[in-house]
């Protein structure tokens, strides 16, 4: 079987259990645990922040991140196809009594300048106020679209002049960095905050981290408590973290391998795919999402629906060229 529902699929290298089983720990709700501390250090770094915070997933990271920066009753400005708004059971409103206003990037998921000022919402005697700017990148749900330092910065600006503080949901910034050919301090130079994962491209077991600035991490820490994220010895779940941060670079192989595979479900009748930028391809198909995606699993390819008629394939460390060759010959044979 050649999974390609998700990068989250990967299986940890010999080295993360290796850097698991030998882990230095202590407890890191008391700041003890050295692996942790290396780790949140290190992250912080990589994306040219002030400091950082482990958190278990993806999702938790970005709900205290939103919750750091607002007060309830906010408007959170974000993209209609946002993972934040569409993908996290409603925790904005959950966790954080906030209101998503949701704005259309288009087919590349960006948010503009004008977005944001025909967005905005003034806090006044009825009005809530917008809280947050929430960007996404690279964007999942437009295919893994890398957005560039340019179109960033000029969102954070406009934010910024409303006095409106700026999360990215960076969970696959690393993959949008190498496919700009732009270092991540860059691509996040012009924005408060930002979540990414360790365990998508990356290759961890477990973990993400959401980075700040110090003052923004002190505040983010006590709402990581607030949601049950407070961890122990987590040392044995950070240590394949710090590996992970190392595979930065092998991030362009999946990016050639999801070039290879949109070219080849392209190249099937009845199944369109356009280039990505990153590891993402989504795939447009004539039968419905369901059936195509049970019918590809019949002939040993697995990926995800992702509409009615759109299917996602993620290409990720535990797939390579021939796993995509055989990928596109499954897809055909289903097809067919
Ligand atoms: C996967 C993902 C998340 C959440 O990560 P989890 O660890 O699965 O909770 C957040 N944002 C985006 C864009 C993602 O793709």
């Not at 992970?244 to 080849?264: C, F, I, P, Q, Y």
Request: glycine share 10%; net charge negative.
């Amino acid at each position: 079987m050649i999974d390609l529902r998700s990068d989250t699929v990967t299986r940890p290298s010999d080295a993360m259990r290796e850097a698991a089983r030998t882990a230095e720990v202590g407890d890191d709700v008391y700041g003890e645990d050295p692996t942790v501390n290396e780790l949140e250090a290190r992250a912080a770094e990589a994306v040219g922040m002030e400091a950082a915070l482990y958190v278990p997933t993806g999702t938790m990271g970005n709900q205290v991140a939103a919750r750091t920066h607002t007060d309830r009753g906010q408007e959170v400005l974000c993209e209609r196809e946002s993972h934040i708004y569409k993908w996290e059971l409603a925790g904005l409103a959950q966790h954080s009594a906030l209101q998503a206003r949701t704005i259309d990037g288009g087919p590349r998921g960006t948010i503009t300048p004008e977005d944001i000022d025909a967005g905005h919402v003034a806090t006044d005697g009825h009005r809530a106020g917008t809280g947050l700017l929430a960007l996404e990148n690279t964007h999942n749900s437009k295919g893994g679209v890398a957005i560039p330092a340019e179109a960033i910065d000029a969102a954070a600006e406009a934010a910024h002049d409303l006095d409106v503080p700026v999360h990215v949901d960076g969970a696959r910034v690393f993959n949008a960095s190498v496919a700009l050919d732009t270092p991540a301090p860059r691509l996040l130079e012009s924005v408060d905050s930002v979540l990414f994962c360790l365990s998508k491209g990356l290759g961890a077991p477990v973990g993400s981290m959401l980075a700040g600035s110090a003052a923004f991490v002190e505040r983010a820490r006590r709402h990581r408590k607030l949601l049950g994220g407070g961890m122990r010895q987590a040392g044995i779940i950070a240590a394949p973290g710090i590996e992970a941060l190392s595979n930065v670079d092998r991030l362009e192989t999946d990016h050639a391998n999801a070039k290879t595979l949109a070219a080849g479900l392209d190249g099937i009748g009845g199944v369109t795919a356009a280039e990505p930028d990153t590891n993402i391809v989504v795939a447009g198909t004539e039968s419905p999402a369901e059936a195509f995606v049970d019918a590809i699993a019949e002939e040993g390819v697995r990926a995800s629906a992702f509409g009615d008629y759109r299917v996602r394939f993620c290409t990720h460390w535990d797939v390579d060229e021939d796993d995509i060759e055989e990928a596109v010959a499954g897809v055909r044979r289903a097809v067919a």
